[in-house]
C-alpha cells in the first residue's frame, strides 16, 4: 500500500520560513518523479514545483520561484519543500504526490493527505 505523508505545515507570519516534508512508503521512490501541489479554500489544485527521479530537474510556479525550493533524498524516500519569504497568499493546504515529471496533477498517480499552511499578514 502506497503512503506519502506530509508534515512541517503550522501558522507563521509573513515573511517567515517553513521545511514540509514528504515520507513515502510502498513504492520504488527512485522511479517517480515527486512534486509539490496546493490548494485554498475555494480554488482548484495549484502546481507549486516538482522534482524528477535523480533530483536533477526541477519545476516551479512563477509564484513561489526564488522564494521556494524543492529537494528529495532517495535514501530515506522524502521529499522537501523549502519556503522562505512566505506571504499570506501562499496560505492554502499542500499536497505531496508521485508520479510523472509535470506541472499537471493529472501526471501524479499518488497523493498525500495534506498539511496545512497558514499565513498571516
Known amino acids: 500500500q502506497v503512503q506519502l505523508v506530509e508534515s512541517g505545515g503550522g501558522l507563521v507570519q509573513a515573511g517567515d520560513s517553513l521545511r514540509l516534508s514528504c515520507v513515502a512508503s510502498?513504492?520504488?521512490?527512485?522511479?517517480?518523479?515527486m512534486g509539490w501541489f496546493r490548494q485554498a479554500p475555494g480554488k482548484e489544485r495549484e502546481f507549486v514545483a516538482a522534482i524528477s527521479t535523480g533530483g536533477v530537474t526541477a519545476l516551479s510556479s512563477d509564484s513561489v520561484k526564488g522564494r521556494f525550493t524543492i529537494s528529495r533524498d532517495n535514501a530515506e524516500n522524502t521529499v522537501y519543500l523549502q519556503m522562505n519569504s512566505l506571504k499570506p497568499e501562499d496560505t492554502a493546504t499542500y499536497y505531496c504526490a508521485a508520479g510523472i515529471l509535470g506541472r499537471s496533477p493529472r501526471l501524479y498517480t499518488y497523493w498525500g493527505q495534506g498539511t496545512q499552511v497558514t499565513v498571516s499578514s
Open positions: 510502498g513504492l520504488t521512490f527512485n522511479t517517480y518523479s
